[in-house]
């Protein structure tokens, strides 16, 4: 039987992290690492990244899109998301500061009543920032 590609936009949310998560730990792979879904958000992460050389080890929320939330400060989690089929892994710290620097958003309502803040469309200022945080296939 010949395979038969899927199309994203069918899939259900649960599909939609699964898919998310191979893609990105493809990716990873390239770097060496090694890449573990966890059943359930455990300490907020979605899956751990461990690197071959047993000195790095990330815990890593997967978002579809940028985002920032105040119950991962402080946390030492870390953030992976595409944009325009570009990934971004960085700490979730280290992101909150740079949206600090290139845009508004932790002055809108959404971050100061609900914690969060999300876009699809980062200004150009704040992908130049994150361009050290790109992880190429």
């Known amino acids: 039987m010949p395979l038969k ?24 792979a390239e770097y060496g690492f090694n890449c573990i879904k966890l059943a359930d958000d455990w300490l907020g992460a979605d899956f751990i990244a461990y690197h071959k050389d047993g000195k790095e080890t990330f815990r890593v929320q997967l978002k579809s899109r940028l985002t920032i939330d105040k119950k991962y400060l402080d946390k030492n989690l870390w953030i992976a998301f595409p944009y325009r089929d570009v990934w971004y892994l960085v700490e979730h710290d280290v992101l909150v500061k740079l949206v600090q620097r290139h845009t508004n958003w932790t002055n809108t309502a959404s971050w100061l009543d609900r914690g969060l803040y999300h876009s ?8 130049n920032a994150l361009s050290d945080y790109v992880v190429q296939p």
């Open 5 to 28: 590609k899927i199309n994203y936009s069918e899939l259900n949310a649960r599909q939609k992290e699964i898919y998310r998560f191979q893609k990105f730990a493809a990716h990873l």
């Open 120 to 127: 699809a469309a980062p200004n150009s200022s704040l992908l």
